[in-house]
């Protein structure tokens, strides 16, 4: 990215402060007028002219001011954030006593996201792909059949029925609810630590081929958790401005298909800070006029969720950066009461 000399960067600042206030093209009076520049009309016009030949902004109409590019927002965010103030949201005392239900909360937070940003909230429940096996459990339904029940961390419930050819000693169905509590609890669900150490020697023959028989519930997706909480749509489509009602209609259509924002929302699970994609950014062409802001929760080097926002690329960021992420700092106090 070109480097900008800080009267550029001063006057880029003031387009975006303005545009993002009133939504409209800003032109060289208004910069001469309300900012703080010292400057001859000439030479504002000038540096407008040579911001939109960088990129930064663009000229909608001859005769109107400019607009942020994908790129102008960029820049902004990246080099001011860290000299403004941001906002953080906290979760309502009766959303973080310990024994709330993670639903509930999530559901709550969202809520809460949606109205202090005016956009669209989307908090992810906790991650299947990245659980941790929380209890095994281990009966006997007839004398040759067992059912294997594999709880997670963040509530889900895997479940396997083990048929075979002859009854099963009670007793070793004892040893393997205690064995595999021991050897497995803390391990990712499907994870390759996990099978290794399934697959770890020292066991009696008999012992082994009854771990073989169960070990496949430890691959398969549990039920339960792992869902979408989306709040604010009304107030999102209201504030939106992509290129008219086709590109509204393609993004309206990708809310309807929550697998797309799950995946979406997984990109940002690997990120330790929070995870900004401005306009084009996005991989999504329905999504091309949109910002996403998120941020990840959990508990202590591990991430079960993610709490983002989306809302057009004329957005306050400051502020949606600073209710994101203290409703993601929220969240990791409460399932860290939770789940610990």
């Given at each position: 990215m070109d480097d900008l000399t800080p009267r550029l960067a001063e006057i880029l600042t003031?387009?975006?402060e303005y545009h993002v206030a009133t939504g409209k093209p800003v032109g060289s009076r208004y910069i001469c007028q309300q900012g703080d520049f010292s400057l001859a009309p000439s030479t504002v016009r000038s540096e407008l002219?040579?911001?939109?030949?960088?990129g930064y902004l663009d000229h909608p109409h001859t005769s109107a001011g400019r607009v942020p590019t994908d790129r102008g927002y960029r820049f902004f965010v990246d080099n001011s954030f860290r000299e403004r103030r941001t906002t953080e949201i906290t979760l309502a005392d009766d959303a973080r006593v310990p024994d709330v239900e993670i639903e509930e909360a999530l559901s709550h937070a969202a809520s809460l996201l949606a109205r202090a940003t005016g956009l669209?909230?989307?908090?992810?429940?906790?991650?299947?792909?990245?659980?941790?096996?929380?209890?095994?459990?281990?009966?006997?339904l007839h004398p040759d059949i067992v059912v294997i029940v594999v709880i997670t961390a963040s509530g889900g419930i895997?479940?396997?029925?083990?048929?075979?050819?002859?009854?099963?000693?009670?007793?070793?169905?004892?040893?393997a609810r205690g064995y595999l509590n021991e050897a497995v609890c803390g391990l990712d669900l499907g994870s390759r630590r996990l099978m290794l150490k399934l697959a770890e020697s020292g066991l009696t023959s008999v012992e082994r081929s009854f771990v073989e028989a169960v070990s496949k519930v430890f691959t398969?997706?549990?039920?339960?958790?792992?869902?979408?909480?989306?709040?604010?749509?009304?107030?999102?489509?209201?504030?939106?401005?992509?290129?008219?009602?086709?590109?509204?209609?393609?993004?309206m259509e990708m809310l309807d298909r929550q697998d797309e924002i799950m995946d979406?929302?997984?990109?940002?699970?690997?990120?330790?800070?929070?995870?900004?994609?401005?306009?084009?950014e996005i991989p999504s062409a329905a999504?091309?006029?949109?910002?996403?802001?998120?941020a990840n929760y959990g508990l202590a080097h591990r991430n079960l969720g993610t709490v983002g926002v989306l809302g057009p690329t004329r957005m306050d960021y400051h502020m949606v950066i600073g209710n994101v992420a203290g409703t993601a700092r929220s969240l990791s106090r409460l399932v860290e009461e939770i789940y610990n």
């Amino acid at each position: 990215m070109d480097d900008l000399t800080p009267r550029l960067a001063e006057i880029l600042t003031a387009v975006i402060e303005y545009h993002v206030a009133t939504g409209k093209p800003v032109g060289s009076r208004y910069i001469c007028q309300q900012g703080d520049f010292s400057l001859a009309p000439s030479t504002v016009r000038s540096e407008l002219a040579r911001l939109e030949a960088l990129g930064y902004l663009d000229h909608p109409h001859t005769s109107a001011g400019r607009v942020p590019t994908d790129r102008g927002y960029r820049f902004f965010v990246d080099n001011s954030f860290r000299e403004r103030r941001t906002t953080e949201i906290t979760l309502a005392d009766d959303a973080r006593v310990p024994d709330v239900e993670i639903e509930e909360a999530l559901s709550h937070a969202a809520s809460l996201l949606a109205r202090a940003t005016g956009l669209l909230a989307l908090i992810s429940a906790p991650s299947q792909d990245n659980s941790a096996i929380k209890h095994v459990e281990v009966l006997q339904l007839h004398p040759d059949i067992v059912v294997i029940v594999v709880i997670t961390a963040s509530g889900g419930i895997a479940k396997r029925l083990a048929v075979f050819d002859a009854p099963v000693d009670p007793g070793l169905v004892s040893w393997a609810r205690g064995y595999l509590n021991e050897a497995v609890c803390g391990l990712d669900l499907g994870s390759r630590r996990l099978m290794l150490k399934l697959a770890e020697s020292g066991l009696t023959s008999v012992e082994r081929s009854f771990v073989e028989a169960v070990s496949k519930v430890f691959t398969e997706s549990p039920d339960g958790g792992g869902g979408l909480y989306i709040e604010g749509t009304s107030r999102f489509f209201s504030r939106l401005e992509v290129g008219g009602g086709d590109s509204v209609g393609r993004l309206m259509e990708m809310l309807d298909r929550q697998d797309e924002i799950m995946d979406m929302l997984k990109s940002a699970l690997s990120e330790h800070n929070v995870y900004l994609r401005i306009g084009r950014e996005i991989p999504s062409a329905a999504m091309s006029g949109c910002s996403l802001v998120a941020a990840n929760y959990g508990l202590a080097h591990r991430n079960l969720g993610t709490v983002g926002v989306l809302g057009p690329t004329r957005m306050d960021y400051h502020m949606v950066i600073g209710n994101v992420a203290g409703t993601a700092r929220s969240l990791s106090r409460l399932v860290e009461e939770i789940y610990n």
